[in-house]
């Protein structure tokens, strides 16, 4: 069974940066997609990133591209999300997401995940 634990959210003025992390345990296949999603009231849950655990390759969604950028700690089974130049419509809850994968092209999709984390709120102010 995978478990994801997040952590690294809080407040931020406009311009700001914050790093998220996603602790998984319980991997057991050699590759995994590791995706971010975040979720506003009002919005659908929206697929941020994706780091494939395996190969390392990266994919962003066109709102955060440049700005944010993900990363792991293979030593650690942890992933990164920093995020600098945060926007006021970058608040929201943030979520990291896992499923086997070596590929991963339809990381968009939160139906394509098993594992979810708790959440993390991030909330940036004008």
């Known amino acids: 069974q995978v478990q994801l634990v997040e952590s690294g959210g809080g407040s931020v003025q406009a311009g700001g940066s914050l790093r998220l992390s996603c602790a998984a345990s319980?991997?057991?296949?050699?590759?995994?997609?590791m995706g971010w999603f975040r979720h506003s009231p009002g919005k659908e849950r929206e697929g941020v990133a994706v780091?494939?655990?395996?190969?390392?390759?990266?994919d962003y969604a066109d709102s955060v591209k440049g700005r944010f950028t993900v990363s792991q700690d293979n030593a650690k089974n942890t992933v990164y999300l920093q995020m600098n130049s945060l926007k006021p419509e970058d608040t929201a809850m943030y979520y990291c997401a896992t499923q086997a994968g070596r590929y991963c092209y339809t990381w968009r999709l939160r139906n394509e995940y098993n594992y979810w984390g708790q959440g993390t709120q991030v909330t940036v102010s004008s």
């Open positions: 319980g991997y057991t296949y050699s590759s995994y997609c």
């Open positions: 780091i494939v655990t395996g190969t390392g390759r990266t």
